[in-house]
């Protein structure tokens, strides 16, 4: 049996009498929003592997024909896309952790409600930026630069909403949650954008510190090799 300490535990492997014995699998590319996932396992604690594919390859579309990050594929082969339902699923299989935001009806409705905001409205709002040649058909250099700076007032605005509604608050939720770790990425992404980057929203600014900080996130910074 070959064994690695709790740092290195997301490339563990286990032979035992000539089997391999699996276990889930996470599939990320460096400075995607499969950063969430893999800061959710890691706060988790739980045996897992982390891979990192590359767009379009051919390991990446195996177990997802869209092509995207992140992707967890379980022991028994069962493939999950999307950040958000991916960390809602970690959130419902691992209780013990304490990552979903409450067990209450309304404590559930807003896990939901903040994981929607983070996919539809915060996610969205950076296309713009990533991806100009997306919104516009004229392939002008003023025409991008303009789409740009729309995506930036998008980003700003969502940030804001954020912002607000973190006054008073250390997490997302209340206490850390997955909706924290699904912010992480995102937040880094505002730090790199925005001409101002955080100046404008303290209590984003305190939230990215306070998980940049945990030390098991910085673990899954230095795997990723992000800075």
Not at 216 to 225: C, F, K, S, T
């Amino acid at each position: 049996m070959q064994l690695y300490d709790r740092s290195c535990r997301f490339r563990l492997q286990c032979r035992v009498i000539g089997t391999q014995e699996t276990m889930p699998t996470l599939f990320y590319a460096v400075g995607a929003c499969s950063l969430a996932p893999h800061v959710a396992l890691e706060w988790i604690g739980a045996p897992y592997e982390a891979v990192r594919v590359q767009y379009g390859s051919e390991e990446l579309l195996a177990v997802n024909p869209a092509g995207a990050v992140p992707v967890l594929r379980e022991d028994d082969g069962w493939t999950l896309s999307q950040a958000g339902a991916i960390l809602d699923y970690l959130a419902l299989k691992h209780p013990e952790a304490r990552l979903g935001g409450g067990d209450g009806l309304r404590d559930k409705a807003e896990a939901h409600r903040w994981s929607a905001f983070l996919t539809s409205d915060v996610h969205a709002s950076f296309w713009p930026i990533f991806m100009p040649f997306r919104y516009t058909t004229d392939s002008s250099q003023t025409a991008r630069q303009a789409v740009v700076a729309a995506g930036h007032k998008l980003v700003e605005k969502q940030f804001d909403v954020l912002n607000r509604h973190l006054d008073g608050r250390e997490y997302i939720l209340g206490d850390r949650s997955v909706i924290d770790a699904y912010s992480f990425p995102m937040i880094r992404w505002a730090v790199r954008v925005l001409p101002d980057g955080l100046t404008k929203y303290p209590h984003v600014q305190a939230l990215h510190d306070r998980i940049a900080a945990d030390p098991a996130v910085q673990r899954v910074l230095a795997r990723e090799g992000s800075k």
